[in-house]
Antibody, heavy 122, light 107 residues
Framework: QVQLQESGSGLVKPSQTLVLTCSVS??????????WTWVRQPPGKGLEWIGY???????YFNPSLQSRVSISVDRTARQVSLMLSSVTAADTAVYYC??????????????WGKGATVTISS | DIQLTQSPSSLSASVGDRVTITCRAS??????VNWYQHKSGKAPKTLLY???KLEGGVPSRITGSGSGTEFTLTITSLQPEDIATYYC?????????FGQGTKVEIK
């Protein structure tokens, strides 16, 4: 079973850029039937979809974050990256990397990472 | 954006009870609804996709149904390991959205 492991800075200063990397344990990043998704959970709140990137490189983001977020995939390194700029305390959350099956008839997250806690504070 | 409303927000039931969680969408999403189980401090787990298809390894006491705007997740016999928060999620259109979650506890 594929495993996803998030890593990155756990503490980011306000106005700076949050960068997280997700390491994928198998060759899923080279398969065209998967897209790569990030989801976050602020403290005491529910899950929030950040966005995903297709194998083609096309990406879709939550409109509430669209101006500040990017997601990219390095297929050969088996890594997925999230960048979120101009962060504020409202971006404090557990960030989950996830693999999605994204076909016309079937679209869902099938594998989740364990999550990375990110705190925005000076 | 498509809004998903789950009910109840929380519930308490006894081991062996039948538990039902409802998810209502603000517009038709056909069967593009998925269900996830989230235990505190752990990675979410995928339970169902396409409204009723069971993900591999998920016990058969968990079932899903519905289409259009109303969906249900049912646990036919609640077990202690089912204690978690359950989320529905729609993948019919971008942005994907989640329901607010239903916390399930043992009475």
């Amino acid at each position: 079973q594929v495993q996803l492991q998030e890593s990155g800075s756990g503490l980011v200063k306000p106005s700076q850029t949050l960068v997280l990397t997700c390491s994928v344990s198998d060759a899923s990043t080279t398969y065209s039937n998967y897209s790569w998704t990030w989801v976050r959970q602020p403290p005491g709140k529910g899950l929030e979809w950040i966005g995903y990137v297709y194998y083609s490189g096309s990406a879709y983001f939550n409109p509430s974050l669209q101006s500040r977020v990017s997601i990219s995939v390095d297929r050969t390194a088996r890594q997925v990256s999230l960048m979120l700029s101009s962060v504020t305390a409202a971006d404090t959350a557990v960030y989950y990397c996830a693999r999605s099956i994204n076909r016309v008839t079937t679209r869902y997250i099938d594998v989740w990472g364990k999550g990375a806690t990110v705190t925005i504070s000076s | 954006d498509i809004q998903l409303t789950q009910s109840p927000s929380s519930l308490s039931a006894s081991v062996g009870d039948r538990v039902t969680i409802t998810c209502r969408a603000s517009q038709s999403i056909h069967t593009y609804v998925n269900w996830y189980q989230h235990k505190s401090g752990k990675a979410p787990k995928t339970l169902l996709y396409g409204a009723s298809k069971l993900e591999g390894g998920v016990p058969s006491r968990i079932t899903g149904s519905g289409s259009g705007t109303e969906f249900t997740l049912t646990i036919t016999s609640l077990q202690p390991e089912d204690i978690a928060t359950y989320y529905c999620q729609q993948s019919y259109s971008n942005p994907w959205t989640f329901g607010q979650g239903t916390k399930v506890e043992i009475k």
